[in-house]
């Protein structure tokens, strides 16, 4: 166990006061990380709300203000009478210097309230590298780093985000993980935690267990402490069990069957932030079936906006933010069924105001090329596709459902319409992955380095980006082995020897930083020691090159007796209790299991959104598919006999399917 020893003393009886917290402020290299007071910002009356929510980012404010999440949620819970919420986010090294050396605690944006004065903390969880920054912030914020120490009135901490779906490794530091979409389960928790706060003021001899067991009765909530791990003698998982009657045997994700009216008065940087524009959710979900993709499996069904939905929410956000920009999200944007006459309203609308449309994502096909050409305006620079793979076999078999006409057709289309840039995405070790595969890659940068030089020349820039595969939970192969840094050394050497001889820029992530990936995006709770040792000794924003540093990880594996290897390379039986199989990501175990078998066979799976069911789980409790019923609320078509046939014949199909497996 990994020293409770907090790096702050104990709580002063005297947090210090805003003030203080001002001129820290003013010592920084960018105070606009921190002053708050943007525009769209919301202060309210803090002794008038009966819950205090601060929203945390485990990064910094750059970054976080581009997360759309924490944005709706902001908004969601301020909309209430009785709550409030403001944010706060990781300082970066000049400011948590200056907060140690001073004793202040870490302060929310908008009212300068020490954090550990919320009731709850929320905290969205991204990308595992920002693990260290979490407990970094808890102890920044003078809240206990592990839940067990806390008192019973201590601020609640809660997480959500994609990470929450394999919590173990967090479990230890969090009280309740938020497993699924947060707008129904955000609401909840401010209700539950309302009640409490009356209870608790008329009966004193309420614990925090009590509270933990209400927060458990809360559909997609998780409670990790009311919950036991056993393990094998060999280190496996043997089962998570609930040790208490109001946890459940398996808790599943919160899906919001229609989306609610788009966020249209976002709070506006002082500072230029990534992603400076606004931005509107044009479709949640994503079908297409790519097996390494977690995003692709946790967050379905795909449900779309209507175009009068996403024009009138576009007016109201260049009305209320000063944008002239507006990012298209989606996780594919150009799946959107309507997404051509989409970008026409848009423009036929806002087009004399100067509106420029982003499309962050798009598919590797000529329609996708067509679509970025219409919003492009002029500013053609740089094209991005993700073909993922070299060599058709392994795209095949990751389910990526491209041809190489389809990128050669892009690449045409993309030169000989004025881009001068193509960015190219693949994956790296992935399963079935041979070296030949690898030198596809080469190939296939080279076929559009050719067409490009045949449309313009000298000028054409084409780049090849890598990333090293890391086997994700709740995927057809989160039972995978990682491939080893040898194997992926040697690979990257391909790329470099074989872009630099046909003149093609090629960029690579470190092998050791996707081992720690893999490590915390599989482990079970034992490697929650590892988190927190090595960030006492000094990890933290892992995800910056300047600041990862390796052999701080393998001071603390060695530490604890952990082998990294066990959890990034080891292939599991595909029955192995896996440490989040009490956690329901929405697709079934026995549609993962398939996925994978699909893998070895090289056999694709189609779309549902085009194509008949897959019968991935994804059906409600009265066993209709999710993606079918928000494709009625979609249509509006209620009163139509025979759309409403054709959903009792898929129930009926997707019945017997789950039956069978």
């Known amino acids: 166990m990994a020293a409770s020893r907090p790096l702050h003393a104990a709580r002063p009886q005297a947090a210090g006061d805003a003030g203080r917290f001002e001129a820290l402020i003013a010592r920084v290299a960018k105070p606009a990380r921190y002053t708050g007071g943007e525009l769209n910002s919301i202060t309210k009356a803090w002794d008038e709300h009966e819950v205090r929510v601060c929203l945390a980012y485990p990064d910094i404010y750059d970054l976080g203000m581009a997360n759309l999440g924490l944005m709706i949620l902001y908004d969601i819970v301020n909309a209430r009478d009785d709550a409030l919420a403001e944010r706060v986010f990781s300082p970066w090294t000049d400011m948590e210097t200056l907060l140690r050396e001073h004793g202040e605690p870490l302060r929310s944006l908008e009212s300068r309230h020490a954090v550990h004065e919320f009731d709850v903390l929320g905290i969205s969880l991204q990308y595992e590298a920002s693990y260290t920054n979490v407990l970094n912030m808890l102890d920044l914020a003078q809240i206990a780093v592990r839940a067990a120490d806390r008192a019973v009135d201590d601020t609640i901490v809660v997480a959500g985000g994609s990470g929450a779906l394999e919590p173990e490794p967090l479990a230890p530091f969090v009280d309740a993980f938020a497993l699924g979409e947060g707008e129904e389960l955000m609401r909840e928790i401010v209700d539950v935690v309302a009640q409490w706060k009356r209870d608790r003021s008329a009966d004193r001899e309420l614990t925090r267990r009590d509270l933990h067991r209400r927060l458990a009765r809360v559909a997609g909530l998780y409670v990790p402490a009311l919950y036991d791990v056993e393990y094998h003698d060999d280190g496996r998982v043997k089962r998570v069990v609930p040790i208490d009657d109001s946890a459940p045997g398996r808790v599943t994700r919160r899906v919001v069957e229609v989306l609610e009216p788009p966020l249209t008065k976002p709070i506006v940087p002082f500072m230029e932030v990534v992603h400076d524009r606004a931005t509107i959710e044009i479709q949640r979900g994503c079908t297409q079936g790519c097996r390494f993709c977690q995003a692709g499996m946790i967050y379905r069904p795909t449900r779309e906006r209507s175009v009068e939905e996403v024009v009138r929410a576009a007016g109201e956000l260049l009305a209320n933010t000063g944008y002239d920009e507006i990012s298209l999200m989606s996780l594919s944007t150009t799946d959107h069924r309507e997404i051509v006459p989409m970008v026409h309203a848009l423009m036929d609308t806002y087009g004399d105001q100067g509106l420029k449309i982003s499309i962050p994502s798009t598919r590797v096909d000529s329609f996708s090329v067509g679509v970025a050409n219409a919003v492009a305006r002029g500013k053609k620079h740089t094209l991005t596709l993700a073909p993922e793979a070299g ?36 994956m790296v070790g992935q399963p079935t992955e041979t070296d030949f595969d690898v030198e596809e890659i080469v190939r296939l940068a080279g076929e559009v380095k050719r067409i490009g030089r045949a449309h313009i020349g000298g000028r054409a820039r084409v780049r090849v980006s890598t990333s090293n595969f890391i086997p994700k939970a709740h995927t057809p192969y989160q039972w995978l082995g990682q491939a080893d840094p040898e194997t992926l050394r040697r690979r990257h050497q391909i790329l470099r020897e074989g872009c630099r001889r046909i003149g093609v820029q090629f960029t690579w992530e470190d092998p050791e930083k996707s081992l720690l990936e893999a490590v915390l995006s599989r482990g079970d709770r034992r490697v929650a020691d590892v988190i927190e040792t090595a960030w006492r000794n000094g990890a933290k924003f892992d995800s910056w090159s300047e600041h990862h540093d390796w052999s701080i990880w393998q001071d603390a594996f060695y530490a604890h007796g952990v082998d990294p290897a066990f959890y990034a390379y080891r292939t599991r039986d595909l029955w192995e209790v896996l440490p989040w199989s009490h956690i329901h990501g929405g697709t079934e175990p026995s549609y993962l299991r398939g996925e994978w078998l699909k893998t070895l066979n090289e056999e694709i799976t189609l779309d549902c959104k085009r194509d008949p069911c897959n019968v991935c789980g994804m059906q409600t409790l009265d066993g209709d598919c999710r993606h079918k019923i928000a494709e009625l609320v979609r249509m509006k078509v209620d009163g139509d006999t025979t759309q409403k046939e054709r959903l009792a014949q898929e129930r009926e199909r997707v019945s017997a399917a789950l039956n069978v497996v």
Do not use: P
């Open 391 to 426: 060599s058709q076999r392994l795209r095949n078999t990751i389910n990526k459902l491209v041809s190489e006409q389809d990128l050669l057709t892009a690449a045409e289309n993309a030169f000989a319409n004025g881009w001068t840039s193509v960015k190219m995405y693949f």
